[in-house]
């Protein structure tokens, strides 16, 4: 009889017209939340209230599902019990253990899942975001709506995570939980004052990529599949502040931190999140931190800026190219601002190789390299190349030795590989561009570009397993705290 009573009220509830309101109301059993609409063409985003059950309820975390209009729930409880698992059993312990605890604004020790269909504008076959931590959660409601009157905040600790297209029961889901956490606890740093700014997005986003690898949600195939595109558009490693972090960006982060976990482990990865330095110097101060000897084993760092940062990009392209992917870097051949040869040295510590037990990733990068290079015609430029931008090539048996035609400290390195050579600007200023013609230059094959709503056209090898193509769409949406109510906010 009550229970009937509970649907018949909120039956009548939703009947008085606030279904799709933004009032605030917490319904029998449940709760409204805030949430946001995102356009992904845009980049812009509203706040809307969603109307939601409570589900389940764990040591660290509180389940919540978005309501239909018959007062039932969206996701099944024996999939939410999946979901809490994942988390306190695989997730938990290595983000809590290696990064950090999260914070406890609202004073219950718990984190609030919220699990909805993230309104995305989501067609088949097209981008959408398949969840997102936002940080205006960890301020109140009257700072945040003072500072800005469309802003709103739940005063939680939250994470958004979508039910469509997404699967709640797969481990695409998990991974996607794993990256959102680690987001959360990341932004609990600056939060806390214990970093000046926030981790610039292609640092926040490779930790939070790799992070789904660490608690055992990987590797990110689908990220594999999206490089190839990046390799094609040449899309830098840095990225400029406040630019659109679109699927390209995703791959190209993923891969240099996956390099950097498959090298240090997740002790080299805990070292870059903990530090208190931010973007490119917090990655180089925990690079030098795990691995010290790093510039003697690459040499030829004259002048270079961030010389672990950028010693480790050199590591990581010869552990892609030097023979198959995964294969040994040593000996691997670069040149750096000149034309003169230069080899890549060992370590009593460290193999530098990825990792590619893991059939299928593995065949991924070796498709994507295939695919994202040029194939040869006369020598030309290199074009204008932002930092840790790379241009990748085919080494062809007929053409002559891969090499600058001319460098004189222009900025460029080249790593040559066996049956490949890359071209990047190692210089970590985004804003800054390198050019130099090469011998073997090669013109584009078929240059796919990613639109921003994150769907693209791929040149071939799109993922046979739809699970895998459905998450090399997946873009994970970077909410940044505004810099113009920032100074304004209130815990």
């Known amino acids: ?31 409204g939340f805030w949430a946001r609409k995102s356009d992904l063409s845009s980049g812009d985003s509203s706040f809307y209230r969603v109307t939601s059950l409570f589900i389940a309820s764990s040591k660290n975390a509180n389940v919540y599902a978005e309501m239909t209009k018959d007062a039932k729930s969206t996701v099944p409880r024996s999939s939410v019990d999946g979901l809490i698992a994942a988390f306190e059993n695989n997730i938990v312990p290595i983000e809590h253990l290696w990064f950090t605890t999260p914070t406890d604004v609202d004073n219950n ?10 309104q995305d504008g989501y067609q088949p076959g097209g981008g959408y975001i398949a969840g997102y931590f936002d940080p205006i959660n960890h301020y109140s409601d009257v700072s945040v709506n003072a500072a800005n009157s469309k802003y709103h905040s739940n005063q939680a600790e939250m994470l958004y995570l979508d039910t469509y297209p997404a699967d709640v029961t797969r ?30 997005a292609w640092v926040d986003e490779g930790l939070a990529e790799v992070s789904s690898d660490l608690t055992g949600y990987g590797p990110q195939t689908g990220r594999a599949n999206n490089w190839r595109t990046a390799l094609l558009n040449t899309t830098p490693l840095i990225t400029k502040d406040n630019a659109p972090f679109l699927l390209d960006n995703y791959a190209t982060s993923y891969i240099y931190f996956r390099y950097l976990a498959d090298a240090y482990g997740i002790g080299g990865i805990a070292a870059i999140f903990n530090d208190t330095a931010i973007g490119v110097s917090g990655v180089e101060r925990g690079i030098q931190s795990v691995d010290p000897q790093l510039t003697t084993n690459c040499t030829s760092t004259a002048g270079l800026n961030y010389p672990f940062f950028g010693c480790s990009y050199r590591y990581m392209w010869a552990a892609l190219i030097n023979g198959s992917p995964g294969d040994a870097t040593v ?22 190789r990825l990792n ?15 695919n994202g290079s040029y194939g040869p015609v006369t020598n030309s430029t290199t074009g204008a190349l932002q930092g840790y931008a790379p241009k990748l090539y085919k ?91 920032r100074e304004f906010l209130q815990p």
């Open 1 to 31: 009889m009550r229970q009937f009573w509970l649907i018949s009220a909120l039956a009548a509830f939703f009947t008085g017209g606030c279904v799709g309101s933004d009032a605030m109301y917490d319904p029998p059993g449940g709760k």
């Open 109 to 118: 020790g718990k984190v609030t899942f919220l699990l909805l269909d993230i």
């Open 171 to 200: 481990n695409s889901f998990f991974a996607t939980l794993a990256h959102e956490y680690q987001h959360l606890l990341q932004f609990g740093r600056y939060y806390q004052g214990l970093q000046a700014d926030i981790e610039p």
């Open 331 to 352: 000996n691997a051949k670069f040149r750096y601002n000149s034309l003169s040869d230069a080899f890549l040295g060992g370590s009593a510590s460290f193999t530098y």
């Open 356 to 370: 590619t037990t893991n059939a299928s990733f593995a065949q991924e990068l070796t498709n994507t390299l295939s």
């Open 395 to 485: 080494i062809q048996a007929a053409a002559p030795v891969p090499n600058f035609q001319s460098c004189t400290n222009c900025g460029l390195s080249m790593v040559v590989g066996a049956n490949y050579f890359v071209v990047f600007n190692h210089d970590a200023t985004a804003s800054s561009t390198r050019s130099a013609t090469v011998v073997d230059q090669l013109s584009p094959q078929q240059l796919v570009q990613s639109d921003v709503t994150g769907s693209e056209s791929f040149v071939a090898n799109t993922p046979a397993n739809p699970a895998d193509e459905l998450a090399s769409r997946a873009l994970h949406w970077h909410f940044r705290l505004n810099p113009e109510i």
